[in-house]
Structures are given as structure tokens and as C-alpha cells.
């Protein structure tokens, strides 16, 4: 598991394109079969990405994490980023997941196995300081809000799926937004939430295509050109929005002091610098 301590705003405008990468852009996810984690200081927030091969995959305990199991004192959220069917074992009982489905599994459960050829799983987890029940949701049981317009570029249907009035956690907030055909823009007029880190997983977008994502605080942006199944990193000072090159779909999870999901500072278009 490779590990990302915190940046501060101010290290952003001394970073050249490697740099705010590294940082920030989590992209070898699905790269090959097997599983990579990828665990921020942010939040202490972990990424991850499974791809099925032959042979079901386990979810290990990575030694950064000083516990027995990974879910010792956390939780988790799944999403089939793929298009092949999965099932997720949570100490022996089955969950299948079809594309762009969820699950959530509670702290301390001890095997968590992803199986499903091809299959591949993008997973968001949280410290947590309770048990919640494991539960999985399709994309009918989310909470669907629409947003945006075709004159903005931006017409976009979001799913929330983890949350306070959905499959109940400790902190870890997660849902899926899809572009309509289309529609190019995210997140925008855009935002930040100074009690939480937000991260970005793009999917649903042609290997030929690209994401280009703003991040940093509103006054002093940059961006980062994001491919299909690289996910982004957005500490709580940071903005977080993007358009793409094709229509494309993310998942967008939060993890920090609270839940509200309307508990963010909006960004006027016009003070983006
Ligand atoms: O398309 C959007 O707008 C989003 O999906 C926004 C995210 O849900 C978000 O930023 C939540 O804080
Ligand atoms: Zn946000």
C-alpha cells in the first residue's frame, strides 16, 4: 500500500505537473490483476482498485495499517466500475454487484474476497468508530438528483448511496454520478468542504478520452489530465470539477468531520482564478 501524507494549500503553486500528480492523482489502479491501495493522510482516507483475474482476490491488512484485519477500525465502500458482474464475500455471506453497484461493509468484518472474471472494483474506505450492517444497493435503491443543463454541458444524474439518509456509516459518504450523453461538465459552478476530503474515481470513459480535473483552492487553480479509472485526491481546501473530452460517469466519496452533504462553501464561476 503505498502511503500520501497531507499537503498544505500553500505547497500547491511550487509544484510542477509531476509533482501535483504524485500528489494528488491516484493512477495505476486497475493496471492489472490483483489489488492497490493507495492510503491519504487526508482524512485518512484508503483508495483502492481490484481487478478479478482467474482467482478470487482477498482484501489484505496492510502493514501501515497495524491491525489484524483491514476493517479492524474501518469501513468500506465498493463500486463495480466495470462492466463484468462481481461478487464480493463478506465472511461467507455473497453479494453480487453488477455494473456500477454498491456495497457497503461494516468495521470488523474479518474476509472480504472479490471474485467475478474481468471484474473490476474501485473501493473508498474510512476509520470508523462503529459497526453499521454490511449492505448492498443498485443504482434503483440510490437516491437519484438531477442537475445541470444541456446549454451548461452539464446535465448529470447523481446517486447517492452512502450517506445519512441511504446505507448508514460512520463517516464515509459515496455515491455515483453519471454525465448524460452529451454533457462534458462536473461538479460546476464547483466547491470545497473545509470538514472533508472528497476523492474522484473517473470511469465509464473511452481509453482515447480524458478528464481534465481542476483542483486547488478557487483563487489559484490548476488542473490534472485524468484517464479512465484514476482517481483524485481533494484535500478540504481544494476545489473539485472537471470536463471531459467524451461524457463519462465518477464515483465521489468523502470522508471527515461530518456527513452533510450540503455542508460545503459554494465558488462563484467568476472567482475562479
Ligand atoms: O456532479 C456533481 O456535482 C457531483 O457529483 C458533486 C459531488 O457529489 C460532490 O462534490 C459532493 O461534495
Ligand atoms: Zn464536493
Not at 438528483?145 to 459518504?173: F, M, P, W
Request: charged share 20%.
Amino acid at each position: 500500500m503505498e502511503v500520501r501524507h497531507a499537503t498544505a494549500p500553500s505547497e500547491v503553486p511550487t509544484l510542477d505537473t509531476t509533482g501535483l500528480r504524485a500528489r494528488f492523482l491516484v493512477e495505476d489502479l486497475f493496471a492489472g490483476p490483483g489489488i492497490r491501495l493507495t492510503y491519504s493522510h487526508h482524512d485518512r482516507l484508503v483508495v483502492g482498485g481490484v481487478v478479478v483475474g482467474d482467482a478470487p482476490v482477498d482484501l489484505p491488512a496492510p502493514a501501515p495499517l497495524r491491525a489484524s484485519a483491514f476493517l479492524d477500525r474501518r469501513e468500506l465502500g465498493v463500486v463495480n466500475v466495470g462492466t463484468a458482474d462481481a461478487a464480493v464475500e463478506v465472511d461467507g455471506r455473497s453479494f453480487s454487484l453488477a455494473a456500477r453497484e454498491c456495497l457497503y461493509v461494516g468495521r470488523g468484518a474479518r474476509v472480504v474476497r472479490f471474485s467475478g472474471d474481468g471484474a473490476r472494483l474501485y473501493l473508498v474506505s474510512t476509520a470508523a468508530h462503529a459497526v453499521h450492517p454490511t449492505r448492498r444497493a443498485a443504482l434503483a435503491d440510490a437516491t437519484p438528483v438531477k442537475l445541470g443543463s444541456v446549454s451548461g454541458s452539464n446535465e448529470r444524474t447523481i446517486y447517492k448511496y452512502i450517506h445519512a439518509d441511504g446505507i448508514r456509516s460512520c463517516q464515509l459518504v459515496l455515491g455515483v454520478t453519471v454525465l448524460a450523453d452529451g454533457s462534458m461538465w462536473n461538479t460546476m459552478p464547483c466547491h470545497t468542504h473545509d470538514r472533508r476530503t472528497e476523492v474522484y474515481c473517473y470511469f465509464d470513459l473511452p481509453p482515447e478520452h480524458r478528464v481534465v480535473h481542476l483542483m486547488g483552492r478557487p483563487d489559484e487553480t490548476r488542473n490534472l489530465i485524468v484517464a479512465d479509472g484514476e482517481a483524485v485526491i481533494s484535500p478540504p481546501w481544494s476545489v473539485h470539477c472537471g470536463f471531459g473530452t467524451h461524457s463519462y460517469s465518477f464515483v465521489w466519496a468523502m470522508g471527515g468531520e461530518n456527513q452533510a452533504y450540503d455542508d460545503l462553501e459554494p465558488v462563484d464561476v467568476r472567482d475562479l482564478r
